[in-house]
Every structure is written in structure tokens, then in C-alpha cells.
């Protein structure tokens, strides 16, 4: 920064090593020096390998002052400046949209009601810019490349891209029966809709411009054969084109730190190399295809005002958008062979066409990686199914007094997804803990989820009763304990998934159910006001605590947010008015 002299990790690698950045004649500054310019060598092959110790560039190392974070001694501006410098993001999107549509009966139909007809154009034009650390916030100043990269991690580099949007539509509903003996209500519903994506890369891309058209369409139908049955059913193809950022997005990690090393498979902390995580244009829109059968019974006569319905769901997805995989690249190039990876990787050795086989530098040959690039891809595939439950029931009682009971269910039957693709699919279901929530594009739910309603109603008053149920589940779908006979196999490659299998003494999460209770007395015609409502409100009323439901890459979070609550016993009170 023009303040001052800049802070960098150098200085403090230096100073751990034991050596005084401050004296030229230092012999660990000077490898530190020569280190960043043109990387330390390998003891084993006499290869240089590129900032396998230092992650800087040479003019960052220059003139640098030490960061000291003990003691009591001020932080000087150039120090602050440097160390907490531009991790800025500032997105900006604009959509512009023409449509057009127009609905209406086309023909009286067969005697069970018009058929009736929907149809438009859409036209959109959708712009976004992803403007990354450019000005550094403290200085005002551009940040040089050098010292941008400089730092561990980053929210990526600026990219911007157009998708220029156009899509038609038409919808037909078609009554066919009504009111006859074994068919009270036959009716049909069918769409289609024809889709076209032009996605036009803009600044910090190279520009390229990818052209994908798809097709989505949806049938349903429903029947009543009797007066208190619905029978009803429904198929759908459905599409998302990717976004900007899977198109676009690049973020940069130098060698060494957290990330940034390419060793081998079955290995972390090996081989340091520089990232380069990129959006793809060549990315297709993901594909689903969605079922659903269902069953709606509403009684009469002494179970008037009962209505309940069962569904089933099944969701198959397939070419879902991953984001960008270093491991993937690495073990398509140097298990598999595949030039698509391999010319993705760039070895410590560019002279050497077999280097990038050879990670471990054996037979004298490969010193490593010096970069990767990783593309965003179409890969995983996720199949879902299960049944929903919902039910409603109103009882009226003397003296205004009603009651209303409602439940929501869903059991989940299946929830399988490939944790890498091509590799076999895993059932998640019943993972109620934290595990496998890093940067996951999926999230795996109880056998059983469950949410029950009481209300009482006698004029303007009205109390509710809720409690929300969530079944037993594990911690970790791929955890293992000590009576599971891939316990020993868990991290090893001795099976196709015993890599991704983790130890656990424990891994049971048990059910939990939490309780709300609410209140309203509601005014009617208080002076100016139409309607007032005081309402009171108590969550968690037995102050229930979560479980522990810890592991994986979540072992700070002691339990799992998504389905136990972290508050505890919490109050509520407030004033609604109508004028």
C-alpha cells in the first residue's frame, strides 16, 4: 500500500524460521527471496518446485516489516493496511423483460366445462457484473495482482456475463367428464414450454458465447370417482440453465495455506501448486424429471369437514452443475489418463509430457504440479422419493367454540446422490446431523419430519398449539462405528467408497420434538382502526435443547440448525391494526 511498507506471510515464515528480515546478509531471507522467485528445489529429484514454502511473489517480499500479533505494541497503518486488506464483492444485476400472454376458452368443451387455452412469449435480457477486490477499501488505490493474490483465499476475481433469454409457452386444460356415475370429475392438464439461453461471457472472461436450447413440459390429471375421493396424478420434465457464476465465476489460490496442493490421491498436505476454480459456458442445464401420484379423501356426513390427502414423489436429476473439482482433475489426468484433464494441468517440469503422471517425482521423473485449472461441470446425478401426508379437520363445537386440527408430514423413502461422479450412489436419508455441509449442493433430511396444529376459536379469540417433530437419524452418512465391518476399511482404497467413510465412536442423533404456543385477541372497530390484534407467542415452551449432532466438517457446530432449535425458550408479543 502507498501508506507504507506491506506485511506479508513471508516476513512471518522468515521469523519462525529463525532468521531477521531486516538483514540482508540473512542466509533465511535470502532463501526466502529465491524462494519466491523462482521456487525451492526438491531434495529428491533437483527439480524446482514452484513456492512450495513461500507463497508470495518476489516484489511482495521486498521491504516487508513484521507482523508481531503479541504484546501490547500498536498496530502500525502499513501493517493494518496490508493484513486486513480488499476482500471486497459488489454484484450487480439487471433483468429486462418483454412478454406477452393471453388466456381464455377456446371450445365449450364435452359437457364438463370449456376448454380452455394459454399462451405467451418472454423475452429477457439478464446482465451481472461480479466486481471483486479492484480498490483496495483503506487506500482508494488499485490493487496490484501480486499483492491481491497474495492473500489465502478470495471471493474470486471479476467476471461478468449477458444471457440473452427467449421462451414460448402454451397451456391446455380440458374438462372431459362430470357428474357421471363413476366419474364425478375427469380434467386434464398439459404445458409446454421451448426455451433458448445465450450466454455471452463479458469482462474478466475470455468472451465466449455458448448457445443451449431446451424443452420443458408438464401433465396432470385428475379424476373423482366418488364424491369423497380424488384420485390425481402428475409428470413433468423441468430444466435450470446455469447461472452466472457457474458460467463465469474464476477465483485464484496460490500454492500452500489451507488449499493449494495437488499430491496424489489419498494425500492432503503434498506437492503445493496454484488453483485456478472456474465457471464452464459449456455447461448444460441441469434435468428433472418429476412424478407424483396421490390419493384426497374428504368424508361427509359424520366425518364432515375431514379432508386428507396422500402424495408420493419421486425426483430424478441428472447432469446436476457441480462446481469446480481439483481432485477430479487430478485423478482424471493421473489415474485415468484423460488428455481433457491432463491439459488442464500444467507440471513442475512443462518440458517433461509425463510429468503430470508422475506426482512423486519416482523414477527420477514429475516433480509435481505447478498449476491446475478446474471447470465447473455437469456430473452428479440425485434420486429422491417419498410420500407426503397433510390432513385437516374442523370440529364445531356450541357457543361459537370450534376446533381445527392440521397435520404435515413428509417420509422421506430414498435420498440418493453421488458424492463423486461416476462413482456409486449413497442413500442419505436420515441424516439429522452437520456432517458433509461444506460448499454441499444438497441436504439430506430425517425419515420423518413431522408438524401438528391444534387452534381453539371462540369469537375474537383464538389459541394455538404446534409441536414439530423430527425422527432419530445419524450424525454422518458416512460414518462408521466399531460394529460396522467397514470400520477398519474407513480412509482406505480398498473399496469404492471406504476413502470417504469416517470413524465414530457414536453416530446416532436421537428424535426430538420442540412445542409453540400462540395467543390472539383480535378488536374489531377500536376508534379509526377496521381491526386490532394483540397476539403473544412462547417457542420451545419446555425450553427443549438440541441434541449433539456434530461431525464431519462442521465439529465448531455442536448440533444441526436446519432441524433442532438453538435458541431456546423464546418470547414474542405484538399489535396488528387494519385501518
Same mark, same amino acid.
Given at each position: ?81 496490508? =493484513? ?140 373423482? &370417482? ?124 512443462? =518440458? ?71 462413482? &456409486? ?155
Amino acid at each position: 500500500p502507498a501508506t507504507g511498507a506491506p506485511v506479508c506471510r513471508v516476513t512471518q515464515q522468515i521469523l519462525a524460521m529463525g532468521g531477521n528480515p531486516n538483514d540482508p546478509n540473512d542466509p533465511v531471507l535470502a532463501a526466502a527471496v529465491a524462494a519466491a522467485a523462482t521456487g525451492p528445489v526438491n531434495p529428491t529429484t533437483g527439480q524446482p518446485r514452484r513456492r512450495a514454502y513461500f507463497d508470495a511473489d518476489p516484489r511482495i517480499a521486498v521491504g516487508c516489516v513484521p507482523l508481531n500479533p503479541f504484546g501490547t505494541q500498536a498496530l502500525t497503518d502499513s501493517a493494518h493496511n496490508y =493484513s486486513f486488506g480488499a476482500l471486497n464483492e459488489a454484484l450487480d444485476y439487471k433483468q429486462q423483460v418483454a412478454a406477452w400472454d393471453t388466456s381464455g376458452d377456446i371450445w365449450k368443451g364435452m359437457g364438463a366445462g370449456p376448454f380452455q387455452l394459454a399462451a405467451g412469449l418472454e423475452l429477457r435480457r439478464e446482465t451481472g457484473h461480479n466486481i471483486d477486490s479492484e480498490n483496495d477499501p483503506n487506500t482508494g488505490q488499485p490493487v496490484p495482482l501480486y499483492t491481491h493474490a497474495d492473500y489465502l483465499i478470495n471471493y474470486g476475481e471479476t467476471f461478468a456475463g449477458k444471457v440473452d433469454v427467449s421462451e414460448a409457452f402454451v397451456e391446455l386444460n380440458t374438462p372431459l367428464l362430470e357428474g357421471k356415475p363413476a366419474a364425478k370429475r375427469l380434467e386434464f392438464n398439459s404445458a409446454v414450454r421451448e426455451s433458448r439461453y445465450e450466454n455471452t461471457g463479458l469482462e474478466g472472461t475470455t468472451g465466449e458465447k455458448r448457445t443451449h436450447d431446451f424443452t420443458t413440459w408438464k401433465i396432470s390429471g385428475l379424476w373423482d &370417482p366418488l364424491d369423497w375421493l380424488r384420485v390425481r396424478a402428475s409428470r413433468s420434465r423441468d430444466m435450470r440453465a446455469a447461472n452466472f457464476r457457474e458460467l463465469y465465476y474464476q477465483q485464484l489460490l496460490r500454492a500452500g495455506g489451507i488449499f493449494g496442493y495437488c499430491g496424489p490421491a489419498g494425500t492432503t498436505q503434498v506437492d503445493p501448486c496454484d488453483w485456478s476454480l472456474e465457471g464452464n459456458v459449456d455447461l448444460k442445464p441441469e434435468k428433472a424429471d418429476t412424478t407424483t401420484y396421490g390419493l384426497v379423501f374428504t368424508p361427509q356426513k359424520k366425518a364432515n369437514g375431514l379432508q386428507v390427502a396422500v402424495d408420493y414423489f419421486n425426483i430424478e436429476i441428472n447432469d446436476a452443475i457441480q462446481q469446480a473439482n481439483i481432485r477430479r482433475v487430478l485423478d482424471g489426468c493421473q489415474i485415468s489418463h484423460l488428455q481433457e484433464f491432463c491439459s488442464l494441468i500444467v507440471p513442475d517440469n512443462p =518440458s517433461d509430457p509425463f510429468a503430470t503422471f508422475d506426482p512423486t517425482g519416482e523414477g527420477g521423473r514429475g516433480t509435481g504440479v505447478q498449476s491446475i485449472r478446474a471447470l465447473a461441470f455437469n456430473g452428479s446425478a440425485y434420486s429422491y422419493n417419498g410420500i407426503d401426508f397433510s390432513g385437516n379437520y374442523t370440529l364445531d363445537l356450541a357457543n361459537e367454540n370450534s376446533l381445527n386440527f392440521r397435520l404435515l408430514a413428509t417420509h422421506m423413502l430414498e435420498q440418493k446422490f453421488q458424492p463423486v461422479p461416476g462413482q &456409486p450412489f449413497r442413500d442419505i436419508v436420515g441424516q439429522t446431523g452437520t456432517a458433509n455441509s461444506f460448499l454441499a449442493d444438497n441436504q439430506p433430511t430425517a425419515d420423518w419430519i413431522a408438524n401438528f396444529t391444534t387452534s381453539w376459536n371462540h369469537g375474537p379469540i383464538n389459541v394455538t398449539g404446534q409441536v414439530r417433530y423430527v425422527s432419530d437419524g445419524t450424525i454422518n452418512y458416512f460414518g462408521v462405528t466399531p460394529d460396522d465391518p467397514l470400520f477398519d476399511l474407513a480412509g482406505t482404497t480398498q473399496c469404492p467408497t471406504c476413502a470417504l467413510l469416517v470413524k465414530q465412536s457414536d453416530n446416532r442423533v436421537p428424535s426430538y420434538a420442540v412445542t409453540t404456543l400462540s395467543g390472539s385477541y383480535t378488536f374489531q372497530n377500536v376508534g379509526p382502526t377496521m381491526s386490532m390484534q394483540v397476539f403473544a407467542t412462547i417457542n420451545n415452551v419446555f425450553d427443549r435443547d438440541p441434541p449433539f449432532a456434530a461431525g464431519g466438517t462442521t465439529p465448531t457446530n455442536p448440533t444441526n440448525p436446519v432441524f433442532f432449535d438453538t435458541l431456546g425458550r423464546a418470547y414474542r408479543v405484538g399489535l396488528r391494526v387494519n385501518f
